[in-house]
């Protein structure tokens, strides 16, 4: 017992590309002593395999079995050393499964997708912003860097989480953000100062521009003084924190209706969407495009940030256009060809 025990002892410690080629070399060995003990009753070499796989597994059928003392005396040995051997992968295979699970709750495993969407530092808004990704996509892979010890929200499969700090190359490549296709940076809810806030944000965007200058990156700014930093690095888009609210609640308070318009603009979950459409080519000026968008059941909204297109009805498209429209999903997808 105590001789079982320590070699039982020691096998669990080994690797397992050596416990697996241990098994392999087992059941080949085994399979040709079967065939030489009893050829006449397994008849092929791969007879004798099967019957040792399926006696190492407990299943048993019945249809070879052995006849000879001798083979009788070796399906015992298989009994006692092939049925532990196979136990010991069943249990290692166990422990990998769960040594894969803490260590994806514990942030520790690296993400190997394409296309997916990195978020920044968690908080309430990273939460709304997860809520708001899978409503645009259902089926759209999310990754969370944050410096937290465990997975916000563990029971999501499409959500993977990595701790550490998200300015580091080694944690930003762990997320595979070579291959992402956009990075939104949040404010650090952790930290009480806004100057600071945005010096962290500053930070990790410098970082995710050197790295993969070609992934669309947005930053949430706390103080608009610190703008023209985030610009200076080429972040593609910001979005100024506190103003957006202040500015949404005073136009709820002296334009009654107007922040429900909004609301529904900012939100997947509500009414029509603005989407970016592709320019016609039969499309001259703002005009034609206009009244071709609007008898598909589109509004022209806006070419780039310029919202005054639709005084400029009579003025040609130029080639660098970027087209926005208000729509549902279905006239978007029907004009843009999906």
């Known amino acids: 017992m105590h001789f079982l025990l320590r070699v039982s002892t020691r096998m669990m410690r080994l690797s397992k590309k050596t416990i697996g080629l241990i098994i392999l070399c087992f059941i080949l060995v085994s399979a040709t002593i079967a065939f030489l003990l009893e050829p006449e009753t397994f008849q092929t070499w791969f007879n004798a395999f099967y019957w040792v ?137 952790r930290i009480d100062e806004a100057a600071l806030i945005d010096g962290k944000s500053l930070l990790i965007a410098s970082s995710i521009e050197r790295i993969a200058p070609h992934v669309h990156t947005t930053v949430e700014i706390m103080q608009e003084k610190n703008i023209q930093n985030f610009r200076h690095v080429h972040v593609n888009d910001f979005v100024l924190s506190h103003d957006a609210i202040s500015r949404l609640a005073v136009r709820a308070a002296l334009q009654e209706g107007n922040s429900e318009v909004i609301s529904q603009l900012l939100s997947r979950q509500h009414g029509d969407d603005i989407y970016e459409i592709p320019v016609d080519g039969s499309w001259k000026t703002y005009g034609d495009a206009f009244h071709a968008l609007l008898n598909q059941g589109a509004t022209l909204l806006a070419d780039r940030s310029d919202l005054s297109i639709n005084r400029k009805l009579s003025e040609a498209i130029p080639r660098e256009a970027r087209l926005y429209v208000v729509a549902d999903e279905s006239t978007y997808r029907r004009i843009a060809g999906k």
């Not at 994806?104 to 939460?127: C, D, M, P, Y």
């Not at 912003?129 to 259902?138: G, H, M, N």
């Not at 410096?147 to 916000?152: A, C, D, L, Q, T």
């Open 53 to 189: 796989m399926t006696t190492m597994a407990t299943v048993g059928y019945g249809d070879y079995f052995a006849k000879t003392v001798v083979g009788k005396a070796f399906t015992m040995f298989l009994y006692v050393f092939g049925i532990g051997l196979l136990s010991l992968v069943i249990g290692k295979v166990i422990d990998s499964i769960a040594e894969i699970q803490r260590r994806r709750g514990a942030g520790t495993l690296s993400f190997r997708g394409k296309e997916h969407v990195i978020l920044l530092n968690w908080n309430k808004k990273t939460q709304a912003a997860v809520d708001e990704i899978f409503c645009y996509s259902p089926k759209c892979h999310i990754v969370v860097i944050d410096e937290s010890s465990r997975h916000p929200l563990e029971h999501m499969e499409q959500v993977h989480f990595i701790s550490g700090d998200p300015s580091s190359d080694d944690i930003l490549s762990k997320a595979n953000i070579g291959e992402a296709k956009a990075a939104i940076v949040f404010g650090d809810a």
